[in-house]
């Protein structure tokens, strides 16, 4: 099972971009921080390009992807990996859509901490009548850095 999840997580992400239905910019990270602003750091492990936050005991990391297209669209599903390194001690993350006019839905998180890459994934059914959305990905106050990689938004 811990072999398939990763696999079907590829595909999902795969036939997204194949169909042209991916509604992010540059979700793999492939143009490094094309796209992507805040507290983050584009680093490079084994040719595969990633986001980086250094979480902070003082403050609140994020960052963004701002005017994400949903004319006409009723619900998506974002889904990611990340990464928590060992020494990570923190309280966690909290997802944001930011939409036009209709204030922010979240949705928080515990990080897990063992070092290995875990898939999160959330069917947001709010978007309603947005033209634009923005997301938003924040990393709580604590210790440690947390990596993400392979973004994907898809209408549902």
């Known amino acids: ?3 398939l999840l990763p696999i079907l997580f590829f595909i999902t992400l795969s ?3 194949l169909l042209g239905n991916e509604l992010l ?3 793999d990270i492939s143009r490094g921080s094309s796209g992507w602003k805040g507290d983050r750091k584009i680093i490079s492990i084994a040719d595969n390009k990633l986001i980086e936050v250094k979480v902070s005991n003082k403050s609140i990391r994020s960052f963004t992807q701002e005017e994400i297209k949903c004319k006409g669209l009723k619900d998506v599903t974002l889904i990611f990996r990340y990464r928590a390194s060992k020494d990570y001690n923190g309280r966690g993350m909290t997802v944001r859509f930011r939409k036009e006019n ?3 839905i979240y949705s928080s998180s515990k990080i ?3 070092g290995n890459w875990h898939d999160y994934k959330w069917e947001f059914d709010q978007i309603k009548d947005s033209k634009k959305l923005d997301l938003i990905i924040e990393i709580k106050e604590g210790a ?3 990596y993400f990689d392979d973004f994907s938004l ?3």
């Open 1 to 3: 099972m811990k072999i």
């Open 15 to 17: 036939i997204g971009n």
């Open 25 to 27: 910019k540059n979700g």
């Open 102 to 104: 209709y204030g922010t």
């Open 112 to 114: 897990v901490n063992d």
């Open 144 to 146: 440690g850095t947390v």
């Open 154 to 156: 898809v209408p549902n």
